[in-house]
């Protein structure tokens, strides 16, 4: 495999270098099976010349061993739209579905619309799902957009345009759990029959005078009934 390497724009003695500037290289990782021509990926950003030795070995054992993915530079908004054609064509989806999906990318735009997939980190799709939450969007349609956004990335990286899925780690935001306080008890506000035979039995034998005689026939809540 052929590789070049070089500094750009340095014109100080070789063993001597003072001007700063940062080591590149291009090497050629195969031919494209379509067209026949020749591929090559460039690096550049190299402190010395033996860094950008090592990153090409390493780029090279990828490519040997069959792994190196070269990323797409596509938009996030152009991937978008072809996912959708493909989901739709594999899929068959429901309308209604088709129209959740449509809603889903459109909730996602905002975020990610003109930035390229391959830029699109863990962090960034971490922040939209939370920053959905605090526009108060429920639960439900959070979930949507997730759902939708990890079916996007996953096929980006089943098409080897992408090396990581941001999704795959991300998460909604549980609402805290609120402790309501009340004066008012959830407590049902009559007997159920067994307790009521209880009490009556209770208030029959062991009540005092008359207590029988109003609870029988009276209760603040309405009328009681013995049968
Ligand atoms: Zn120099």
């Known amino acids: 495999m052929k590789g070049h390497f070089?500094?750009?724009?340095?014109?100080?003695?070789?063993n001597n270098c003072t001007c700063g500037k940062k080591w590149s290289f291009i090497i050629d990782v195969g031919k494209d099976p379509?067209?026949?021509?020749?591929?090559?990926?460039?690096?550049?950003?190299?402190?010395?010349?033996?860094?950008?030795?090592?990153?090409?070995?390493?780029?090279?054992?990828?490519?040997?061993?069959?792994?190196?993915?070269?990323e797409s530079d596509m938009l996030f908004k152009e991937w978008a739209n072809d996912w959708l054609l493909l989901y739709i064509e594999r899929n068959g989806p429901k309308p209604g579905t088709i129209r959740l999906r449509q809603y889903s990318i459109k909730k996602l735009l905002p975020y990610?619309?003109?930035?390229?997939?391959?830029?699109?980190?863990?962090?960034?799709?971490?922040?939209?799902?939370?920053?959905?939450?605090?526009?108060?969007?429920?639960?439900?349609?959070?979930?949507?957009?997730?759902?939708?956004?990890?079916?996007?990335?996953?096929?980006?990286?089943?098409?080897?345009?992408?090396?990581?899925?941001?999704?795959?780690?991300?998460?909604?935001?549980?609402?805290?759990?609120?402790?309501?306080?009340?004066?008012?008890?959830?407590?049902?506000?009559?007997?159920?029959?067994?307790?009521?035979?209880l009490f009556l039995n209770t208030v029959r034998n062991k009540g005092l005078f008359l207590d029988n005689a109003i609870f029988t026939t009276y209760h603040p809540l309405g009328c009681v009934s013995v049968n």
């Not at 070089?6 to 070789?14: D, F, T």
């Open 34 to 70: 379509e067209t026949g021509k020749r591929k090559q990926e460039s690096r550049s950003g190299f402190k010395t010349k033996q860094e950008a030795e090592a990153a090409a070995a390493a780029l090279i054992t990828e490519v040997n061993k069959g792994i190196f993915i070269k």
């Open 112 to 197: 990610f619309a003109h930035i390229k997939l391959k830029n699109i980190t863990e962090e960034m799709y971490q922040s939209a799902l939370n920053d959905l939450k605090v526009q108060d969007f429920s639960r439900s349609t959070i979930e949507g957009v997730h759902t939708t956004a990890k079916m996007i990335f996953k096929m980006a990286v089943n098409k080897r345009m992408l090396k990581i899925d941001p999704t795959q780690n991300a998460y909604i935001k549980k609402d805290p759990q609120v402790i309501i306080e009340s004066d008012e008890e959830d407590l049902p506000l009559f007997f159920e029959r067994e307790d009521l035979e």
């Open 6 to 14: 070089r500094k750009r724009g340095c014109k100080c003695p070789s």
